[in-house]
């Protein structure tokens, strides 16, 4: 049986990476190094930095980061795609260039008998009110169409800017450190969700950019997936086993 992975945020492309084509490449030999051994992968949103696709015109670069995705849903790989805070736009492009499944909204699926909730992680659970209304505005259809309008020069520009500006406003770029069970949104969020759905063996999540492995009951596990900026790790799921792994080129074997 092949391996099901999952990893999240990459932020390719983004003003505050110092070396962005040697982040590709790093995310693109792993990519290449499971794809013998993957049935499926699953990447929980925000791979690119800002990614807005106008009717004609997608965002430059990521040449071998798409090439790859390509390759992998030729060779009958399944990779589902799910928008996160920073790459909502993105619309049929990658699904019919490369091939991708992309999700919308957090995905229920069952693998191998086992009950999986996967999501990237925005707007689960978190009070943050201004988050709430930027979110609300950058999911509205109106508004997705008025920045439509905007040439692609600024409108990059400025969404690539935006990214920088919110990322450095934390020390050192990073999130923050695990805040503990009572405090974590997505911690409090799982807790409350497993109440009516009972059959959850796995959360999984991206966005908060820490890792994070946590049992909620005997029976259910939750996920948080770190990030391909500094910590390159992801899970793998062997059938039986789920795993928290750190890439670590030439030495991981999962």
């Not at 990893?7 to 084509?21: F, K, V, W």
Request: hydrophobic residues 40%.
């Amino acid at each position: 049986m092949k391996n099901t992975y999952f990893l999240a945020d990459a932020h390719l492309g983004s003003l505050a990476t110092e070396h962005p084509r040697t982040q590709e490449r790093r995310l693109v030999r792993f990519l290449d190094n499971i794809k013998e051994k993957a049935s499926a992968i699953y990447l929980l949103g925000d791979m690119f930095d800002f990614w807005h696709e106008y009717r004609n015109v997608v965002p430059k670069g990521f040449t071998r980061f798409l090439g790859k995705l390509s390759e992998l849903t030729d060779m009958g790989v399944e990779v589902h795609y799910f928008i996160g805070n920073h790459d909502i736009w993105a619309y049929d492009y990658l699904e019919k260039e490369c091939g991708v499944i992309i999700h919308r909204k957090p995905l229920t699926t069952e693998i191998n008998g086992k009950v999986f909730f996967l999501a990237h992680g925005d707007g689960l659970g978190d009070p943050d009110t201004k988050f709430k209304i930027l979110r609300r505005i950058f999911h509205n259809p109106l508004c997705q169409f008025l920045f439509r309008t905007i040439h692609p020069r600024w409108g990059m520009a400025f969404g690539l800017k935006w990214a920088k500006h919110s990322r450095m406003k934390r020390p050192d770029g990073k999130e923050p450190t695990y805040l503990g069970e009572d405090k974590e949104c997505l911690v409090r969020f799982s807790k409350s969700y497993m109440q009516e759905h009972a059959d959850i063996d796995y959360f999984i999540y991206g966005h908060r950019h820490i890792e994070l492995d946590l049992r909620l009951s005997k029976k259910t596990r939750m996920l948080i997936l770190g990030d391909w900026i500094w910590q390159f790790t992801y899970a793998v799921f062997d059938g039986e086993h789920l795993f928290l792994e750190e890439y670590v080129e030439g030495e991981s074997k999962l």
